[in-house]
């Protein structure tokens, strides 16, 4: 599991985020809805960043560092610690103030990029502040949301339960 957590960390950009995985050899799936379901293929220098994949990773972060509690408490600081700052450029790179929802994928069109699975991923993996979480928690179940498919929906309602 270390080495797994560690690759991702070893692939964190300069930008504090994760690119999507490159070539031809790699599928980027999420769920099966436009935008999520992985067909585009990309190269290395124009590997896009998608919230989806940050914020599992993040989740994964977090759930290691919870495991690594009791064995090694200095492992454990530092997986919460990537946790705590993945969070935090996922939010600073993918938040829309105005519209106070999460895009999908950078440099995709804004209206085309606004899926209830990403919300769901946001506040599923705590890169939500406190103060944002009721509006995007509303934004979430706006219709003009994409919506998730019923494979994914675990997420909009673990994140609907969080919230009360």
């Known amino acids: ?15 504090g985020l994760i690119p999507c995985f490159a070539g031809t050899e790699y599928w980027n799936f999420y769920e099966w809805k436009k ?3 992985g067909g585009e293929r990309y190269t290395i220098e124009n590997a896009p960043y998608e919230l989806p994949l940050n914020a599992i990773v993040s989740d994964a972060f977090s ?4 495991l ?3 064995a090694s408490p200095e492992l454990s600081a ?8 993945l969070n935090k450029h996922i939010h600073l790179a993918f938040y829309d103030n105005e519209r106070n929802v999460y895009f999908t994928r950078l440099g995709d069109d804004k ?9 769901a991923l946001a506040l599923y993996a705590d ?3 406190n103060e944002h979480k009721k509006t995007v928690l509303e934004n979430m179940l706006n219709k003009d ?12 309602y673990d994140a609907l339960l969080r919230e009360g």
Do not use: W
């Open 145 to 156: 949301m994409i919506p998730c498919t019923l494979s994914s929906s675990i997420y909009k």
């Open 35 to 37: 935008g999520l379901s």
């Open 78 to 85: 530092h997986y919460n610690e990537l946790h705590q700052c």
């Open 1 to 15: 599991m270390k080495y797994i957590i560690d690759s991702f960390e070893k692939r964190i950009a300069e930008n």
């Open 68 to 70: 690594c509690e009791l």
């Open 111 to 119: 209206n085309s990029s606004l899926h209830v699975l990403t919300q």
């Open 127 to 129: 890169v939500v502040p």
């Open 63 to 66: 759930c290691f560092a919870k």
